[in-house]
Nanobody, 127 residues
Framework: QVQLVESGGGLVQAGGSLRLSCVASGRTFSSNVMGWFRRAPGKEREFTAA????????AYASSVKGRFTISRDNTKNTVYLQMSSLKPEDTAVYYC????????????????????WGQGTQVTVSS
């Protein structure tokens, strides 16, 4: 049984920063691609960032590239999303997810690639 628990969300002003964390328990964490997705009110869930098993390969949605950084600490079974220069349009529930793959493939941005999901953490950016 895999469990993913996100934390670190909250209310922040535009231009501010937040760091989200996702702690994984259960089956092996260090072998898998981890991703962050988000769902804004009234919108579909969308890919935000992904990282391969050893942290050497990362990928970002164009809307967050240069502002967000994904990282992981396999000794702590934790993946992070450092968010900077936040904008009101970043307001969403953020979810971490675990893929069965170990490295990023062409479909790393597809939610269907990820078998396990956390419950989400709310991020609200005020203007």
């Amino acid at each position: 049984q895999v469990q993913l628990v996100e934390s670190g969300g909250g209310l922040v002003q535009a231009g501010g920063s937040l760091r989200l964390s996702c702690v994984a328990s259960g089956r092996t964490f260090s072998s898998n691609v981890m991703g962050w997705f988000r769902r804004a009110p009234g919108k579909e869930r969308e890919f935000t960032a992904a990282i391969n098993w050893n942290g050497r390969n990362t990928a970002y949605a164009s809307s967050v590239k240069g502002r967000f950084t994904i990282s992981r600490d396999n000794t702590k079974n934790t993946v992070y999303l450092q968010m900077s220069s936040l904008k009101p349009e970043d307001t969403a529930v953020y979810y971490c997810a675990r893929s069965a793959s170990s490295d990023l493939s062409y479909d790393y941005g597809s939610p269907n690639k990820y078998a396990y999901w956390g419950q989400g953490t709310q991020v609200t950016v005020s203007s």
